[in-house]
Each structure stands twice: as structure tokens, then as C-alpha cells.
């Protein structure tokens, strides 16, 4: 599933892409704000789901997520190169009911040169990027990055996709820690590689980081509320305290910050909703190979 960029040529390369090398019994999903008007006939290949336009790439995603017919949903951004095989590995995972998510290798070409194995947190519930080492016996991340991931569409479903509130900036590690949070694994797979541009990889700041950090730590406060609390306010004084030489930046992220701390109602309603949701080992659809039709389980706002 793609959704369409108004970069052209980052769209187009990755649908050639995803088209040469498509696996058999998969399709290939558009999701189209009216931003590409396919120049190239490709309605027998492809199928465009048709939104509304839309600045939000992560209203996108959810789209075809919720368009997809397959029990395994894989998110390419425009501008991520496959190559064949690319998803034998990965798909093999969710034979295990409990794997939510597969992250594939994300490898950075450019000046930023580098693998990705997936998103995880730090000290005060910042995102952080795990990149590959030499030791795969370390941990596996959290979930793939927003860039690309494979993951069962009923668990995503139960925990009611993406969030649009968090962007791109933090959606992706939002949605890994509601998948934890229910039960689900992810699983981190080195054979399963995906390749894009390192400039492409634009880290926010200023009011929308600050906003999105403030989203993510009340839906996420990872740990006791005191201790949570006080490792957050460490790290927010210490990222701020960097940026007393540029105090527009300062401002912006600081208000991003208050804007972002008035969703924590919502965000306490969040996590009541994952409380109810059925554990994957509980949960009968999952017990089925990838290809088994999933009975809908109870979904957090």
C-alpha cells in the first residue's frame, strides 16, 4: 500500500518498483488524494483508492489500510526501492499469532548512509531510530518505521490505526506501543530489505516535534506516573536547553509542547480503550495462517 505523494517521480519510482517485483496473490494499493493522475494507465495493475485531498500523509495510510483485503497490510512510502523477495521473510512471521508487525531493513543511500531496523524509545519517551550492528542478539525494536512495515491488518484495526494527531513524526512508534501494549510482537527481519534516499528523512522541530512529543508521552507514559513524569520533564529541559541560542525555535517547540499536553484526556481515554481490547493469544482469528479471514475484535479509539 502506497500512499501518493505530490512527488511524482518518488511515487512513480516506487510503484515500478512494487509492480516488477510483486509477489504473487498480493495487490497493489494507490491511495490518491488527487495529487497523481496516473498517466499511465494503470487501473489493471493498480488499484487507486480515491480520497479526499489531504496535507496529512497519515490519513492516507490509514485509507488503505481500511481499503486493503489481505490479511497482511505492507506501507511503502514514495520513494522506498524494493527489490524481489523482499516480503518471503517477512510474510513467514505472522504464522505466529502473536507477531503484530514485521520491520524490514530500511537502507539509507546518500551522505546519510546507513540501516534502520525499526523505531524504538529512549529516556523520556523520545523516538529513536535502531540502526543494524554486527549483535542480532540485542533486542528487537518496538516496530518498522513509518517508511515501511508489514503488519496484520486486525491488530491494527483493534487499536485503531494510525494516528493521524501524531504524523510523521511519531505514528509509527505510537502505533508499535499499542500493539505491545495489547499483547502483539514485533520482529525485526534483515532479509527483508527496503531502500530509499537518506535525504529523504526529515526529522521535525519546533512546534510540530514539540506537539508530537507531548501526544506521544500522554498516550505513552512508559512506566509509573511519577517516574514517567519526571523523566519526561528531564528530557524536555534538557532538548530546550539546547536551543537557548535560537529562541524562536525554543518558543515554537515550547508551545508545540502546551498544545500537545492538552490531548491528555484523550489520551487517557486511549489507553482505557487498549484495556479492552482481546489479547492476541485469546483472540480465535489469529490462530490461522496469514491468509485467514480475521474476525473483527474490539477497536480503541
Not at 32 to 55: C, H, I, K, W
Not at 86 to 108: I, Y
Not at 182 to 206: H, L, Q, T, W, Y
Request: aromatic share 6%.
Amino acid at each position: 500500500m502506497i500512499p501518493a505523494s505530490r512527488d511524482t517521480v518518488a511515487l512513480e519510482l516506487t510503484l515500478a518498483a512494487a509492480l516488477e517485483h510483486q509477489p504473487d496473490d498480493c495487490e497493489v494499493i494507490v491511495v490518491n488524494d488527487g495529487s497523481y493522475n496516473d498517466p499511465y494507465e494503470l487501473d489493471d495493475e493498480v488499484r487507486f483508492v480515491d480520497v479526499a485531498p489531504t496535507s496529512n500523509a497519515i490519513d492516507l495510510i490509514n485509507a488503505g489500510s481500511r481499503a486493503a483485503a489481505g490479511s497482511v497490510v505492507h506501507v511503502l512510502q514514495s520513494g522506498v526501492e524494493v527489490k524481489s523477495g523482499w516480503t518471503d521473510a517477512a510474510l513467514g512471521h505472522f504464522e505466529d499469532p502473536q507477531v503484530g508487525s514485521v520491520a524490514p531493513e530500511l537502507l539509507l543511500s546518500g551522505a546519510a548512509a546507513t540501516a534502520i531496523r525499526g523505531v524504538d524509545h529512549r529516556w523520556g519517551g523520545s523516538r529513536v531510530f535502531v540502526q543494524s550492528t554486527a549483535r542480532r542478539n540485542e533486542r528487537d525494536p518496538l516496530g518498522p518505521t513509518i517508511w515501511g512495515g508489514f503488519y496484520r491488518r486486525s491488530a491494527i484495526e483493534s487499536v485503531g490505526g494510525w494516528d493521524p494527531q501524531l504524523g510523521m513524526e511519531c505514528a509509527d512508534l505510537d502505533l508499535a506501543l499499542s500493539l505491545r501494549q495489547i499483547g502483539f510482537d514485533s520482529v525485526s527481519e534483515p532479509a527483508s530489505r527496503i531502500r530509499m534516499a537518506g535525504c529523504a528523512i526529515k526529522e521535525a522541530s519546533g512546534f510540530r516535534h514539540g506537539r508530537a512529543a507531548e501526544r506521544l508521552f500522554w498516550k505513552h507514559p512508559l512506566g509509573s506516573w511519577p517516574i514517567a513524569l519526571t523523566l519526561h520533564a528531564l528530557r524536555t529541559a534538557v532538548g530546550l536547553s539546547t536551543k537557548l541560542r535560537q529562541p524562536l525555535e525554543l518558543f515554537a517547540e515550547a508551545l508545540g509542547r502546551c498544545v500537545g499536553t492538552a490531548s491528555l484526556f484523550s489520551a487517557r481515554q486511549h489507553r482505557r480503550n487498549l484495556q479492552e481490547v482481546l489479547p492476541p493469544g485469546s483472540a480465535l482469528p489469529f490462530a490461522g495462517a496469514v491468509q485467514d479471514e480475521p474476525i473483527p475484535l474490539r477497536r480503541a479509539a
